[in-house]
């Protein structure tokens, strides 16, 4: 009877630990960050044209739509969502900042005289600490922002969806 | 009297010394304990990744800020989430987590200590 008992309890123990490993293995082992971050943080960055250091209470302290866009001139998916932004920024509903992410200005510059500039302002962010503060990972990542209030948070590559999406969101 | 000198200097690169060994071990503990979130199972001390070396920066500014380990750790889940940190913090939801091992450790001391007394008797 004991024996019964604990063989039951084996092939209760080994159904139970296959079925969480089993689980696992569908789950993406990529990481998404729990969007706990709301309020914008706060910090100062040189802007591109190194003529002065703003406060980011100063950027988005406006009634309006903001979009901050993380880019760099070397990051393939940034060129290819490039031309929706400058799209987008032609909606004056809206205003998009750029946070210029570990680049060479030389080439950022490039960049922006090649595909157009979409922004209102970019700033700097040499060393990568600014898109700590904003709990970014990797570039790009687009963040809606609102009465000093981050609505929404794109990780990657913005596609024509997402931007439909923003456009639904500043009507 | 210049050996007076000499000592006092001495003593003095020997106390910024320590207390930057001390930054440093700091640092690399705190590192240690966070996970690099781009590159799959390894700490922000082992990866070389653009996000862990700015990360890197960014615990160094805060413990020159005079940030301590918590509020570094509380800065950066709340930026990242919990998932950053390899330890978890003790919260309602890993209760379960932290005290099971003691619970596991107590039964089994009662089953030895059972056995004693079987024993004994």
């Known amino acids: 009877m004991r024996n019964k008992i604990v063989y039951f309890l084996l092939v209760v123990f080994f159904v139970f630990v296959f079925t969480i490993l089993y689980k696992g293995l569908s789950n993406p082992s990529l990481y998404k960050p729990n969007a706990s971050l709301k309020k914008i943080p706060e910090f100062t960055a040189e802007t591109f044209t190194k003529q002065e250091t703003l406060n980011s209470k100063y950027i988005f302290n406006q009634n309006k739509f903001y979009l901050l866009n993380i880019w760099a001139s070397w990051c393939v998916p940034c060129r290819d969502e490039h031309p929706l932004l400058i799209n987008l920024g032609k909606n004056n509903k809206i205003e998009i900042i750029g946070l210029n992410y570990k680049d060479n200005f030389k080439n950022a510059e490039k960049f922006i005289?090649?595909?157009?500039?979409?922004?209102?302002?970019?700033?700097?962010?040499?060393?990568?600490?600014?898109?700590?503060?904003?709990?970014?990972?990797?570039i790009p990542e687009t963040f809606l922002i609102y009465k000093n209030k981050i609505i929404k948070r794109y990780i990657g590559p913005l596609n024509s969806e997402l931007v439909d999406e923003i456009i639904n969101y500043i009507k | 009297m210049k050996f007076l000198n000499f000592s006092i200097i001495i003593l003095i690169i020997f106390a910024v010394n320590l207390s930057k060994a001390d930054e440093i071990t700091l640092q690399n503990k705190i590192y240690k304990n966070l996970r690099c979130l781009i590159c799959q199972g390894q700490s922000v001390y082992d990866s070389d990744s653009e996000f862990a070396i700015s990360l890197k920066l960014v615990v160094k500014n805060k413990i020159n800020a005079g940030f301590n380990e918590d509020q570094i750790y509380e800065f950066l889940t709340e930026k990242y989430g919990e998932w950053i940190l390899y330890e978890p913090q003790l919260n309602k939801n890993t209760y379960f987590l932290w005290f099971l091992p003691l619970l596991i450790f107590l039964f089994g001391g009662a089953i030895i200590l059972k056995k004693f007394i079987n024993i004994k008797k």
Do not use: C, M, Q, V
């Open chain 1, 113 to 138: 005289n090649d595909l157009g500039n979409p922004y209102s302002t970019i700033l700097l962010d040499r060393d990568g600490t600014k898109a700590i503060e904003w709990g970014a990972f990797g």
